[in-house]
Nanobody
Framework: QVQVVESGGGLVQPGESLRLSCAAS????????MGWYRQTPGKQRELVAT???????VYADSVKGRFTISRDNAKNLVYLQMNSLKPDDTAVYYC?????????WGQGTQVTVSS
């Protein structure tokens, strides 16, 4: 099991950038695929990006070319660099294993993109 704490969210204008961080605890971190997810009220949580233990990323079509996922296995950290943000990116962002571990959900971090 992995415990996570997300940070880095905030209020930005369209076109701006944010970098989210996920601090994870658990000895298995370095060997599992991690993911960033997001959720807006009334909608299901959606997968934004994943990264394997070796650093291979996969992105949802909606963020491809704008978001970059990375990880530091030595520090148990996962990042999500978000560029060219759009109002549709407004959501609470979570990190978790991929596929997700039900008890591993954190509190998430709110990202709001608005002019």
């Amino acid at each position: 099991q992995v415990q996570v704490v997300e940070s880095g969210g905030g209020l930005v204008q369209p076109g701006e950038s944010l970098r989210l961080s996920c601090a994870a605890s658990g000895s298995i971190f370095s060997i599992v695929t991690m993911g960033w997810y997001r959720q807006t009220p009334g909608k299901q949580r959606e997968l934004v990006a994943t990264i394997t233990r070796g650093g291979t990323p996969v992105y949802a079509d909606s963020v491809k070319g704008r978001f970059t996922i990375s990880r530091d296995n030595a520090k148990n950290l996962v990042y999500l660099q978000m560029n060219s943000l759009k109002p549709d990116d407004t959501a609470v962002y979570y990190c978790n294993l991929a596929p997700p571990c039900r008890p591993c959900w954190g509190q998430g971090t709110q990202v709001t993109v608005s002019s």
